[in-house]
């Protein structure tokens, strides 16, 4: 599977915008990007994917690269609540996800 | 808003008993799996499962793991002979169609002392 890079962490204030970037520079053509959100304590949280165009939804919007090798997760006015840690998943014809370290954004008040 | 529920919450077991984790995934959904989490890494895969068959299954998914869909709307991990480096929490997870999203349930915390 290609693999993709996050920062480790990332800080927000409150009520600001959030760009999360996400790396993937051996992406192929069939590899749709995919995002995740672990709360604490809790299982993963399906945010967002895309294949190609930037795509929208109620909790975030995605931005992806011309050239794919890159996209970023903007959620547009953070809160308390979004603080968790973010995952970037490339998915293929596999079923299954591998999960990476991800992104934990801290929201401060 | 339908979704994807674990019992127990939390199983402490003893090293080397048998111990079956029990997910209800969401009632139209198809696909299944199983992820596994150790306290303070990352989210692990471990199988899933499609037609009443294992589809995938990761390396860390041996032997001593079973899974199954005894009825139209369980879905068991079983853990045959359970060692100290199987504590984490396990997430069960459905989608309804294959590499769509996955919706994911509270986990349960299997601690083996």
């Known amino acids: 599977d290609a693999k993709t890079t996050q920062p480790n962490s990332m800080e927000s204030n409150e009520e600001e915008p959030v760009h999360l970037p996400c790396n993937h520079s051996?992406?192929?053509?069939?590899?749709?990007i995919h995002w995740y959100r672990q709360l604490p304590s809790q299982g993963p949280e399906y945010v967002i994917h895309?294949?190609?165009s930037n795509v929208n939804n109620r909790m975030a919007s995605l931005a992806i690269a011309e050239d794919r090798k890159s996209s970023t997760l903007i959620l547009h006015r953070a809160t308390l609540r979004d603080a968790a840690v973010y995952y970037c998943?490339?998915?293929?014809?596999?079923?299954?996800?591998?999960f990476g370290a991800g992104t934990r954004l801290t929201v401060k008040p | 808003e339908p979704e994807v529920t674990q019992t127990p919450s939390h199983q402490v077991t003893q090293m080397g008993q048998e111990v079956i984790l029990r997910c209800v995934p969401i009632?139209?959904?198809?696909?299944f799996y199983w992820y596994r989490q150790i306290l303070g890494q990352k989210v692990e895969f471990l199988v899933s499962?499609?037609?009443?068959?294992?589809?995938?299954k990761s390396e860390i998914f041996d032997d001593q793991f079973s899974v199954e869909r005894p009825d139209g709307s369980n879905f068991t991990l079983k853990i045959r002979s359970t060692k100290l480096e199987d504590s984490a929490m396990y997430f069960c997870?459905?989608?309804?169609?294959?590499?769509?999203?996955?919706?994911f349930g509270p986990g349960t915390r299997l601690t083996v002392t």
């Open positions: 997870a459905s989608t309804l169609r294959e590499r769509y999203e996955q919706y």
């Open positions: 051996t992406i192929s053509g069939t590899d749709y």
């Open positions: 895309g294949l190609t």
């Open positions: 998943i490339l998915r293929r014809n596999n079923n299954d996800m591998r």
């Open positions: 009632s139209n959904h198809l696909y």
């Open positions: 499962f499609y037609n009443n068959e294992i589809s995938e």
